[in-house]
């Protein structure tokens, strides 16, 4: 069965068929840039031009970077522009897709559906946290295979300041960091996660997934196991597209 997956984050639109099978795109995957300010309707026309890439036709699953409730209404818009907040997502991409199925869903939640199905936390029981490092930090806990849903833990406070404003891929860039001095920040992120809860297991995603050789080896005195996410960046698409084909049932 293939379902059309599409993964919006603070930087880029990213799509392509999944097959739910095997967890996989079924065809390279299309990006266009989000666009600055990243509103409603810009996003919306990236969104469909992902789409049309691919003269798909049936139902698509989205992600959005923030909390998303009902399926459909966004709460929080930390790395897009505000005017997200109360917008109905699941209306607006519907509208611009012209009439076609569509789902909604956080984007990590989404990441971490997916690894725990297909990847990293396959089998996996206790309490496990999916983070992905990007232009934010986006968390999906899920406990027994259950998920909490929209967490948002990338927006703790750490050392006076919200969590992925230090500790994010994009603070590495804009800081030029060292993959070491970056994994010290990230260090400490996940000490505090830990001591709050107490996982076995830290999956890490996000586009650093796979350069995980050049900095998870820097990162100690963690007492869970941590291990990079076997999508890496494909992760979201997956669990948008895995997202969509349980609401069409």
């Not at 109905?88 to 509208?95: C, G, K, T």
């Not at 990293?120 to 999916?130: K, P, Y």
């Not at 968390?139 to 990338?154: H, I, M």
Request: aromatic share 6%; charged share 20%.
């Amino acid at each position: 069965m293939q379902i059309f997956g599409l993964d919006i984050g603070g930087s880029g639109i990213k799509g392509a068929p999944v097959d739910l099978d095997r967890g996989d795109l079924t065809e390279e995957r299309f990006k266009v840039l989000t666009p600055h300010p990243a509103t409603p309707d810009g996003v919306a026309d990236g969104v469909k031009q992902v789409v049309e890439h691919y003269g798909w036709t049936g139902p698509v699953g989205l992600t959005f970077p923030g909390v998303v409730t009902g399926g459909a209404t966004i709460r929080t818009a930390a790395n897009v522009d505000k005017s997200w907040i109360d917008t109905d997502a699941r209306a607006l991409f519907s509208e611009c897709l012209g009439g076609h199925s569509v789902t909604v869903v956080n984007d990590a939640d989404a990441a971490g559906v997916a690894e725990m199905r297909f990847g990293a936390g396959r089998d996996r029981r206790g309490t496990v946290i999916l983070l992905t490092f990007g232009t934010g930090i986006g968390s999906a806990l899920f406990t027994d295979g259950a998920l909490v849903p929209n967490t948002e833990l990338g927006h703790l406070e750490l050392h006076g300041h919200d969590a992925e404003k230090r500790a994010s891929s994009k603070a590495k860039e804009d800081e030029e960091l060292s993959w070491e001095h970056w994994a010290h920040r990230v260090q400490k992120y996940l000490a505090h996660v830990e001591m709050l809860f107490s996982p076995e297991l830290f999956i890490i995603g996000g586009g650093v997934s796979r350069k995980a050789h050049k900095f998870l080896p820097h990162i100690e005195g963690i007492k869970a196991e941590i291990v990079p996410a076997q999508l890496q960046n494909n992760a979201g698409i997956v669990g948008a597209a895995m997202h969509a084909a349980e609401q069409d049932r």
